[in-house]
């Protein structure tokens, strides 16, 4: 692994999460958190955002997927605040469209370390097979609110609830896989005039 990688382990009466991620890797990994659409969405994350990812989850999934779903989140924002470090010489914005057929999604981030995520979404049907729709915002509240950044999503157009989603993922990992490139301009120096972020 990389310099820019982590591992976080979140144990709790719900679910059991390890989390492995590298930043600066290729998509690879395997992600298996017993929902399947959920993980097609974590593939896309890994893909678009040349992440390394490994995601082992196990939940109460008796339940309902909710728990499994928001604590990969908080899992995954853990890694990635750890991952990026002091943010010395980052990019810091990212932003990114993507389309699916009708569909097309917008991610805007800043790696501001103030949590904040504005999600401007509406979802055509509850479900998508067996996945609650309202999950979808329910991760990245997680994710951003331990990743400590500021994250707009925005579905601009579409009609298929799937494709929805995958905008959205696919945004978000391209936006984030450009606010933790490394400018050269900067010289390794912090991109905020506040001197810490």
């Not at 990635?80 to 999604?105: I, N, Q, T, W």
């Not at 905008?167 to 978000?172: E, N, Q, S």
């Amino acid at each position: 692994m990389s310099q820019r990688s982590a591992v976080i382990e979140r144990n709790t009466l719900e679910t059991r999460i390890r989390v492995s991620l590298d930043l600066d890797g290729s998509g690879a990994g395997e992600r298996q958190t017993g929902v399947g659409f959920f993980d097609h969405m974590l593939d896309q994350l890994a893909r678009h955002g040349l992440l390394d990812l490994d995601v082992q989850a196990e939940g109460d999934l008796h339940v309902d997927d909710h728990h499994t779903v928001e604590d990969v989140g908080i899992a995954l924002g853990q890694a990635f605040a750890s991952a990026v470090g002091d943010k010395r010489g980052l990019v810091r914005y990212g932003h990114a469209y993507c389309p699916l057929d009708e569909a097309l999604g917008r991610a805007v981030v800043d790696l501001s370390g103030r949590p904040g995520l504005w999600f401007r979404v509406d979802f055509p049907v509850e479900r998508i097979g067996e996945f609650d729709t309202q999950l979808v915002e329910e991760f990245w509240r997680g994710f951003v609110n331990h990743a400590g950044v500021t994250l707009h999503l925005d579905s601009l157009s579409g009609h298929n609830g799937h494709h929805i989603a995958e905008t959205l993922f696919k945004a978000a990992g391209r936006a984030l896989r450009l606010a933790c490139s490394e400018d050269p301009r900067l010289d390794g120096a912090l991109p905020s005039t506040k001197g810490a972020l």
